[in-house]
């Protein structure tokens, strides 16, 4: 079996067939993950800020530095994260997902002092923080490179970098959503950094923005051509755009279906046959659309995640447990097996 041409992906995007598309993805999936194990984490999203300079059309959760909002915004303090992290260990927890907006004045200093005293006083948690764009902005506000950012940011404690701020990448999409964020170009040279100086990243898109077909080719490119030149990221997740509470809300896309996701996620599998997980989500579709997810070609299914706040802020509400998450897995005929950040399955199934 080899990876999907460019056509064939486009023509799965216009075709009817779902079912036939859906077998193809978990053939594959099969093959390479022929132990019939779907994996879980047990970890937590932190967003230590809501400020934010960006204001993309498409988030309902960030704010801004002025303005009557700017009154709801907030920086977390030190010891309120500790404490988090603290609860997440007490849970069973592994890791740390950790991003926030883009604040001119937390510069490298603020967060290796914050990366530094979470490993002092948690020396088993990963930390898996700090989209694309954070690391673009800290790096400016502080005089860095990207590269001695990211070499600082690890040095202090940093362990892999999310894949977040992906969206669609495609420049005139991310130009029509939020024109302040990073390039495509952009988002690449964090994740190929990354992964010269040795550092696992995971992969993201947000999809069902008014994109075209071949614009959602164009992200699955982009991330296939990096992954054969570095072999670094370690998961693909995409996701549907939850439009509610947001500037985008009301356009003249509507939310994206169950069958669209569907496709989505047995077209990335296919495509992206050189990226070893691929993850079904439950946070925007919920769990049983996840659960046929795991038949369209996705062998992992996020996290339990004890803390989310900013699709909820897009109005979506779903929540799950580990138990209920196993109990998922297995009634979709898998054997559930918790994870760490890195897809390391050392724990009891």
């Given at each position: 079996m080899v990876a999907l041409t460019r056509k064939q992906a486009l023509d799965y995007f216009s075709s009817d067939d779902l079912i036939g598309l859906g077998m193809e993805a978990d053939a594959l999936r099969r093959k390479l993950h022929p132990e019939g194990v779907v994996t879980y984490i047990i970890d937590r999203n932190i967003n230590y800020t809501n400020f934010c300079t960006e204001y993309c059309s498409f988030c309902a959760f960030y704010r801004p530095l002025k303005g009557k909002l700017a009154a709801e915004g907030y920086i977390l303090d030190f010891d309120t994260i500790y404490g988090k992290i603290a609860e997440t260990i007490a849970m069973g927890g592994t890791g740390?997902?950790?991003?926030?907006?883009?604040?001119?004045?937390?510069?490298?200093?603020?967060?290796?002092?914050?990366?530094?005293?979470?490993?002092?006083?948690?020396?088993?948690?990963?930390?898996?923080?700090?989209?694309?764009?954070?690391?673009l902005s800290?790096?400016?506000?502080?005089?860095?490179?990207?590269?001695?950012?990211?070499?600082?940011?690890?040095?202090?404690?940093?362990?892999?970098?999310?894949?977040?701020?992906?969206?669609?990448?495609?420049?005139?999409?991310r130009h029509r959503i939020a024109r302040l964020k990073c390039s495509t170009a952009d988002w690449i040279l964090v994740h190929r950094t990354a992964h010269e100086l040795g550092m696992r990243t995971t992969a993201t898109m947000m999809f069902g923005v008014g994109e075209s077909f071949e614009q959602r080719v164009n992200h699955l490119e982009q991330v296939r051509r990096l992954q054969e030149s570095t072999g670094g990221f370690t998961a693909?997740?995409?996701?549907?755009?939850?439009?509610?509470?947001?500037?985008?809300?009301?356009?003249?896309?509507?939310?994206?279906?169950?069958?669209?996701?569907?496709?989505?996620?047995?077209?990335?599998?296919?495509?992206?046959?050189?990226?070893?997980?691929?993850?079904?989500?439950?946070?925007?579709?919920?769990?049983?659309?996840?659960?046929?997810?795991?038949?369209?070609?996705?062998?992992?299914?996020g996290s339990v995640?004890?803390?989310?706040?900013?699709?909820?802020?897009?109005?979506?509400?779903?929540?799950?447990?580990?138990?209920?998450?196993?109990?998922?897995?297995?009634?979709?005929?898998?054997?559930?097996?918790?994870?760490?950040?890195?897809y390391t399955t050392h724990f009891l199934a």
């Open positions: 740390i997902l950790m991003q926030g907006g883009l604040h001119p004045e937390l510069t490298i200093d603020w967060f290796e002092r914050l990366l530094r005293g979470i490993k002092e006083r948690f020396p088993q948690i990963w930390l898996h923080c700090f989209s694309a764009s954070e690391i800290i790096a400016e506000y502080s005089g860095l490179t990207v590269r001695d950012a990211i070499l600082r940011l690890r040095e202090a404690g940093l362990d892999s970098i999310p894949g977040g701020g992906a969206e669609i990448l495609d420049d005139e999409v693909f997740i995409p996701w549907s755009f939850q439009p509610h509470n947001t500037a985008l809300g009301g356009r003249k896309w509507d939310e994206a279906t169950a069958v669209e996701y569907l496709k989505v996620l047995a077209i990335s599998r296919l495509y992206l046959d050189n990226i070893e997980n691929v993850q079904s989500s439950w946070v925007t579709q919920g769990l049983k659309v996840l659960q046929l997810g795991l038949r369209f070609g996705g062998n992992d299914v995640m004890l803390e989310e706040n900013v699709v909820r802020a897009a109005g979506t509400a779903n929540c799950t447990t580990e138990e209920e998450l196993r109990h998922v897995i297995r009634d979709a005929g898998f054997k559930p097996v918790q994870r760490d950040t890195l």
